[in-house]
């Protein structure tokens, strides 16, 4: 294998770790806070998706433009979500939590098919079609694009979490929650806050997704499931084993979809994490817990 082709590789893979990192980091604020893993993220980003698709459609907004929109209406639905169906299960039994976030996914696909049925829908954008050649490198600038959103949202999002109150309060309360109601953080706001901003980053990685691939009401199953592997592989808390995880897991399955085939590629990737979780069960830049 020649370097050109070595160096393709590798691009692809970041620019497919950079559509799973959309998914996975908002999976990751949401767990880190709560200890409540939302299976239902995918869904989320599909609902991001279709509302980036019917602005586009409706009012002619470029789902990168669209971006915002989609931000808050997934930021209240959200708030929405917490108060109503997750904090009352809070305290319940991990099997409840997984039904109740089980039949929010069944929900919402079959909201998505009685509304828009389950027609394949994208959108056609000139800067996402459009691929940059360097060195004989082929660079989809679509992806690019992808791949730039979701590093700058992650460092929006550290900045939050790191330089902001809110964000001090919110690593307060994954880290002790306890102790910070002691010193008079409100956790339930946290975590209402937490889960919107969790949903909305879904809304983002639909915004930035519908112009290189197709939205229907089942897309939402197959990524979510990558975040949940992804911020398993990084260790669920950890903002950069996020990161780290989608990077990897884009380039494994960028290199061997190529040289073998896809379904292969899926199925190398869950060795992997088998394989990581065996040597290190707290994940890649997990801690292990007390």
Do not use: H
């Amino acid at each position: 294998m020649d370097m050109p082709t070595i160096l393709q590789l590798i691009i692809n893979g970041l620019l497919l770790g950079g559509i799973y990192m959309t998914i996975s980091i908002g999976l990751n604020l949401i767990y880190g806070v709560m200890k409540v893993v939302n299976y239902a993220q995918g869904e989320f980003l599909m609902i991001g998706m279709y509302i980036a698709y019917w602005i586009f459609v409706s009012l002619g907004i470029n789902p990168f433009y669209g971006i915002p929109i989609v931000l808050i209406i997934l930021y209240l639905a959200g708030l929405a979500l917490f108060n109503y169906v997750v904090y009352p299960i809070l305290r319940k039994p991990y099997e409840t939590q997984i039904m109740t976030f089980v039949g929010i996914i069944y929900i919402l696909q079959n909201f998505a098919l009685i509304m828009w049925t389950a027609d394949y829908r994208t959108v056609n954008i000139p800067e996402a079609s459009i691929p940059i050649v360097i060195w004989n490198i082929y660079i989809p600038q679509g992806r690019l694009i992808v791949l730039t959103i979701a590093i700058l949202t992650s460092l929006l999002v550290f900045i939050f979490l790191t330089k902001t109150k809110i964000g001090l309060f919110i690593r307060a309360s994954s880290q002790n929650p306890f102790a910070a109601e002691i010193v008079g953080v409100d956790t339930k706001k946290v975590r209402a806050i937490s889960m919107g901003i969790g949903i909305a980053l879904a809304g983002v990685g639909g915004c930035i997704l519908l112009p290189i691939y197709f939205c229907y009401p089942y897309v939402g199953a197959r990524l979510g499931i990558i975040g949940f592997i992804i911020i398993t592989l990084g260790g669920l808390g950890s903002f950069n084993g996020a990161i780290v995880g989608s990077l990897l897991i884009g380039i494994v399955e960028s290199a061997v979809g190529t040289l073998y085939s896809s379904e292969f590629a899926i199925a190398t990737s869950l060795i992997i994490y088998f394989i990581i979780l065996l040597l290190r069960p707290q994940g890649l830049l997990g801690t292990r817990s007390r």
